[in-house]
């Protein structure tokens, strides 16, 4: 009997270890993502107890993810962009000293026992190419300059109007003359058919329906041309109101949405993202219309990294919209990362 108890006994030891064992690794593979929504004095008492480490701490290892080739820029010209973003973070004006907050790991390889310290938990920063940077691409052919100042706005919105009334009336026009086309092809090939099933057309008749059959050639290049002026003006219409539609959320301007045409889009306009989901880690950019803007978008998302939310300074790095021009931490911003990094 007292050998059954010893038996019992070492598989509950056993299968305490296990599930010891099996909770130390849930903490070490998602312990940011569970710090990041604990209470600040539970993650301060869990520092205390060498649980967890202290914020900014560790520096966050990252590397080039996804990269479109059609911004038509190199990977070292997007690189030095996040250095500096990483800069703007790990260098402030102020009198906080700064930390390395962020790594550069390209060659992140599988290393250790957990999957925490394989490449899967390196942040993973992607340059994608979509109707955003295409927008903004198009309007930069056109020799359009886009600011984020009223100013801008109303000259877009101006043009969009007269492109849009433009369209509108070329369409119509086309409309009814490939109506009218339809119409004369389809008598001239009646034509055709009859005079086929006698044999052939008599030579006044013959000659008539070569007449008809240039005619239509030409009608039908015409056309194809307008076509191809619709499709072009139908970009650019496009190409205004994606920008148009992002000024009125960074100007914080009350006006109703503007509409694409012969194309539907939901999707709200986000020059970046940060996504997490406790094991990986992703930055994707989307758009940007100068180097400083790809900084500051970059500096914005590597500050939702470090567990940063939105500020209420319009000037701020963390402000919801990218609408200001300096590359540099405001007091908002610099109080915001002190207090995630504990300093005082």
């Not at 701490?57 to 911004?71: S, V």
């Not at 938990?121 to 691409?137: G, P």
């Not at 092809?185 to 086929?196: A, C, F, G, P």
């Not at 790095?317 to 990362?337: F, H, K, P, R, V």
Request: with cysteine.
């Amino acid at each position: 009997m007292p050998r059954f108890c010893y038996t019992v006994s070492v598989k509950k030891i056993l299968k305490f270890l296990i599930t010891l064992l099996i909770l130390a690794g849930f903490w070490y593979q998602f312990q940011d993502s569970i710090s990041a929504r604990l209470p600040p004095f539970l993650n301060d008492i869990m520092v205390q107890l060498g649980i967890s480490s202290a914020p900014c701490e560790k520096a966050i290892p990252y590397m080039l993810g996804t990269f479109d080739t059609k911004f038509n820029i190199s990977q070292k010209y997007f690189l030095s962009a996040l250095a500096e973003a990483e800069a703007v973070w790990e260098k402030p004006k102020g009198d906080y000293t700064g930390k390395d907050l962020f790594v550069y790991a390209p060659e992140a390889s599988p290393v250790g026992l957990w999957p925490r310290d394989s490449a899967r938990n390196i942040l993973k920063v992607n340059l994608i190419y979509d109707y955003r940077q295409e927008a903004t691409s198009k309007l930069a052919s056109l020799g359009i300059v886009v600011k984020d100042s009223r100013a801008s706005y109303d000259m877009l919105k101006a043009k969009f109007t007269a492109l849009k009334t433009e369209y509108e009336k070329e369409k119509n026009i086309f409309g009814a003359r490939v109506e009218a086309f339809n119409q004369a092809q389809l008598i001239y090939e009646k034509e055709v058919n009859s005079w086929n099933k006698k044999g052939g057309a008599p030579q006044k008749e013959y000659d008539q329906l070569q007449r008809t059959r240039l005619e239509l050639e030409s009608e039908a290049k015409q056309l194809q041309s307008m076509q191809k002026s619709l499709n072009e003006k139908t970009e650019e219409i496009n190409a205004l109101s994606v920008v148009l539609n992002r000024l009125v959320t960074t100007l914080n301007l009350s006006v109703d949405k503007y509409n694409t045409v012969n194309v539907s889009r939901g999707e709200s306009f986000e020059e970046g993202v940060y996504v997490s989901d406790g094991v990986n880690r992703e930055i994707d950019i989307y758009e940007f219309s100068n180097r400083e803007k790809l900084v500051r978008v970059l500096a914005h998302e590597l500050g939702h990294v470090l567990g940063l939310e939105h500020v209420a300074d319009p000037k701020a790095i963390m402000y919801e919209l990218n609408q200001g021009n300096s590359e540099t931490l405001t007091e908002a911003d610099l109080q915001a990362l002190k207090t995630k990094c504990g300093v005082k």
